[in-house]
């Protein structure tokens, strides 16, 4: 009935051999689909932090150079203002000077003119006190005296205005001058507080771009990669667990039978069947012995990955904790910049008003002793006046018209004598009003010229600390994206190589029922 004992067997090498030739070829495209998917994942990620990356550094550092030019046009424009203020003080005290010098003189010609009228008046009241007699002469005298007491004191009332005229608009002059260098300093502060003001915000909405940029970008990453990896890998272990560990019942139905023959075809079948399971379990239990720790090694690939990118967040973090604490580091310096140049404007605006106080002290001092200088020889030249008109009433004519000519002559003296005091007065008071006037334009030019270098060094220095910051982050993104791609790279080559190793152990098993006698 049959042609030997192995008839029938050469149908069950073919059907076991398309089954693993399926198997093999579903993990194959399985692990190429899978590999494909992550490769391409992985570049769409690196590209997106790399453009991400860029243009948050792109806009970090034009904030950055905005905010530098903004704090400079702000010093430029407050010291331009402040030199305008002190062109404008200096200009009101020399006018104010000039002023006072005026109302000087005019008060110094009054006196002068005083004096001239009443040495005239005095003459003439001598000449007619000694045509009419002792008595004219006597009220003559009376009256030149007082005429003579009542210019100087004429001529001390104005010249004690002219004085406390020149005082105040010393005095004024000086206060105007404080107020414009208080209203540029106020300008500078305001500046350099308006351009730090605008470097903070274009460096806060820098660290903003930067750091949503950058945490998106990994976060899309770490999710495209590492979720991908995980779905290849889930298709892999699908794959393995999907392997038959046995051959399904082949469609072969002997008949029972005696026949001998019968019964050794169908003992050789069970035992070539039993031969075929055990290969097919041994082929199984290998591919899950290679390919599980492959699959556990690259689950901890990912892991690990996802710990980078969790440091890369991390490092992305402490850089903008520095520049944060750069940025502060910066605004303080600035602040005691400002504060520094605040106080040694007021230093010198104190120093400035003792000097001038002093100045005009010394020069009232001078000016009050040289008026009481020339009183008093005013008044010796009235009362020698009034001993030779009494001696000339004693002696005759021609004596007196001599004491009267002497007397007009002291008074012309006296007249010259304080004229020469108010005339050093007024040169003692100009010295001490133009030493003034330099020191304070001097102070407020030191102070103009060490705020604007604390501006300007504040600046630069927030531009530097925005500068390293953003080099920072750059570097920690760079760094975090390379271990992510490489992480990736490998979980994706361990998949590959474990979907490899699958179809080689299925092939193996193919080729062992392949070969089993027909």
């Known amino acids: 009935m049959f042609g030997g004992p192995t008839q029938g067997l050469s149908s069950i090498g073919p059907a076991a051999g398309q089954a693993v030739q399926q198997g093999q070829q579903a993990a194959t495209q399985a692990a190429a689909q899978a590999g494909a998917a992550a490769q391409g994942a992985i570049a769409e990620a690196q590209t997106a932090v790399s453009n991400a990356t860029a243009a ?36 009101a005290m020399d006018a104010a000077r000039a002023a006072a010098n005026d109302m000087a003189q005019n008060a110094l010609a009054q006196a002068n003119q005083a004096l001239s009228d009443a040495s005239q008046q005095a003459g003439a009241a001598a000449q007619n006190a000694l045509a009419q007699a002792q008595a004219a002469v006597n009220d003559a005298k009376n009256q030149a005296k007082a005429i003579a007491e009542g210019a100087l004191s004429a001529a001390s009332q104005a010249l ?9 608009a010393a005095q004024d002059a000086i206060d105007n001058a404080m107020g414009m260098v208080d209203n540029a300093m106020g300008l500078i502060e305001d500046g350099v507080g308006n351009a730090l003001n605008a470097a903070n915000t274009a460096i806060d909405q820098a660290q903003a771009l930067l750091r949503d ?37 082949l469609p072969i139905d002997f008949p029972a039978s005696d026949c001998p023959y019968v019964r050794m075809l169908q003992d050789e079948l069970a035992r070539r069947m039993a ?14 012995d290679i390919a599980g720790p492959m699959l556990d090694q690259a689950n901890n690939a990912l892991d690990q990955a996802d710990a980078l990118a969790d440091q890369a967040l ?39 008003r003792d000097q001038a106080a002093a ?71 100009n010295q001490g009003a133009q030493a003034a006037q330099q020191a304070l334009s001097g102070a407020a030019q030191g102070a103009l010229n060490n705020a604007q270098n604390a501006a300007q060094g504040a600046a630069a220095q927030a531009g530097e600390a925005a500068q390293g910051a953003i080099a920072n982050a750059q570097a920690s993104i ?22 490899t190793g699958a179809a080689g152990a299925m092939g193996n098993a193919a080729n062992s029922l392949g070969n089993l006698p027909g």
Request: cysteine-free; overall charge negative.
């Open 314 to 352: 991390g490092a992305m973090d402490d850089a903008m904790a520095a520049l944060d604490e750069a940025q502060a580091t910066a605004n303080a310096a600035a602040q005691e910049a400002l504060a520094a140049a605040k106080d040694a404007v007021q230093q010198a605006q104190q120093a400035v």
């Open 275 to 288: 031969q075929a399971n055990n290969a097919l379990g041994n082929a199984v239990g290998a591919l899950n």
């Open 478 to 499: 760079g760094q975090a994206s390379a271990a992510v791609g490489q992480a990736a790279q490998g979980a994706v080559g361990a998949a590959q190589s474990a979907a």
């Open 56 to 91: 948050a550094a792109g806009a970090a550092n034009g904030a950055v150079a905005q905010a530098q030019q903004a704090a400079q046009q702000a010093a430029a424009q407050a010291g331009a203002a402040a030199q305008g203020a002190l062109n404008q003080a200096n200009q």
């Open 213 to 249: 940029a950058a945490t998106n970008a990994l976060q899309q990453a770490r999710e495209a990669v590492i979720d991908n990896a995980r779905d290849v890998l889930g298709q892999v272990a699908g794959a393995l667990a999907a392997l038959p560990t046995s051959f399904p019942n």
């Open 359 to 429: 100045a005009i002290a010394q020069i009232k001092d001078a000016v009050n002793g040289m008026k009481q200088q020339a009183q008093d020889a005013a008044q010796g030249a009235i009362d020698q006046a009034m001993a030779a008109v009494d001696s000339v009433q004693q002696q005759a004519g021609d004596a007196a018209q001599e004491a009267i000519s002497s007397a007009q002559g002291a008074a012309a003296q006296a007249q010259q004598q304080v004229t020469q005091a108010a005339q050093q007065g007024l040169a003692q008071a």
């Open 160 to 168: 004690d205005s002219a004085m406390q005229s020149a005082e105040q």
